[in-house]
């Protein structure tokens, strides 16, 4: 059976229980990293690392180099520990000694595969299953991230405000390194215990908390004009900070969700944030939304943004981007 769940993996840990071969494969790469950092650090001693821990790198290694290190005897420790990181560099077809060595792998050896980004040869991967454990980091799914966000910064002995986890998430998005380096880097200026705020986040991130494209989207779906002005203005007079083509993204997610909200039969607070990947908390500004824009004018605003994505590319258009900005919005809200 393919370990999935990172929480067995860590329970492995914690019971001192490991397999002799572990494939860490994947889209995701915290778990990976977080799991790679954890057999560098947590399973042998600092005096055992020098003589029983041995890193290779895929580009400058290959599968009988690595067979080879596999298969010594550890020094003074139980254990020893072959890490391959980049694995996804080795080619393919020269995998047969490791293959091999595989199907009886030294049990005082633990040997870690780390083959990031890429997809992995079934066959190999179940002759890993059969004797070790494969772990598949899958990215996480957007109505997944907010309770992961609450999680983490749980586990650091913070509270956060509803506004301020989903404004890392609007932000960041479903990139799990990233939202968990900008946390602790954030929890490193606040008190143990203590809630982070919706300005902490702003002002550790970089983002105006009044003049955002996430402010720019709730304007616009409550269509308040004068609201939506200002932070158009503002956006467009810091260009820099707010280039237009990556906000046209995010405006696009924007009335994809408005358009599955749209369509669903339970619109109730929590089928909304499951549906789209936000706090039940913002459900209700989803609901308005949808009272002000009909699934058809969604629809065309969808393509109107595509539209404009090609013309601030150059394409079909002798208007400057800030120009093509105010037409978009204009036509979006009207």
């Known amino acids: 059976m393919i370990i999935k769940k990172i929480e067995e993996i860590l329970k492995h840990f914690d019971n001192k229980q490991f397999s002799p071969a572990y494939l860490l494969s994947g889209e995701e790469n915290y778990y990976i990293d977080l799991l790679t950092s954890k057999f560098e650090n947590e399973i042998l001693d600092e005096s055992e690392r020098d003589f029983n821990l041995t ?4 580009l400058e290694t290959n599968a009988k180099e690595i067979c080879s290190f596999a298969k010594q005897y550890p020094m003074m420790s139980e254990k020893r520990i072959v890490i391959v990181k980049e694995f996804q560099q080795i080619d393919k077809k020269e995998l047969s000694p490791l293959s091999v060595y595989i199907e009886k792998p030294l049990p005082s050896t633990i040997l870690v595969l780390v083959n990031k980004n890429k997809s992995i040869d079934k066959k190999f991967l179940d002759k890993v299953n059969k004797s070790g454990t494969v772990f598949e980091s899958a990215k996480l ?3 997944k991230v907010i309770p992961w966000i609450e999680n983490y910064v749980r586990s650091k002995n913070f509270k956060i405000e509803v506004s301020a986890t989903n404004l890392i998430f609007e932000y960041l998005g479903n990139n799990l390194q990233k939202i ?3 946390i602790d880097k954030m929890s490193l200026n606040l008190v143990a215990g203590s809630q982070i705020m919706l300005n902490d986040v702003a002002n550790h991130i970089g983002v105006n908390k009044d ?3 996430f402010e720019l989207q709730n304007a616009i779906g409550q269509l308040q004009y004068t609201k939506i002005n200002k932070i158009v203005n503002h956006l467009l007079a810091n260009t820099n900070e707010n280039p237009i083509q ?5 405006l696009f997610a924007y009335f994809v969700k408005l358009g599955i909200v749209a369509q669903l039969k339970d619109k109730s607070n929590e089928s909304i944030a499951s549906a789209i990947g936000v706090s039940p908390y913002f459900a209700k500004d989803y609901i308005y939304a949808i009272s002000v824009f ?3 004018k969604i629809y065309q605003n969808i393509e109107l943004i595509k539209d404009y994505d090609l013309k601030t590319k150059g394409l079909g258009s002798n208007f400057d981007n800030n120009e093509l900005f105010k037409e978009l919005i204009f036509k979006l809200t009207h």
């Open 246 to 250: 990556a906000m046209l993204p995010n």
């Open 211 to 213: 003049y955002n494209i």
């Open 180 to 182: 968990a380096n900008e």
């Open 55 to 58: 890193t290779l790198y895929g």
């Open 141 to 143: 799914y957007d109505n």
């Open 294 to 296: 009909p699934l058809e």
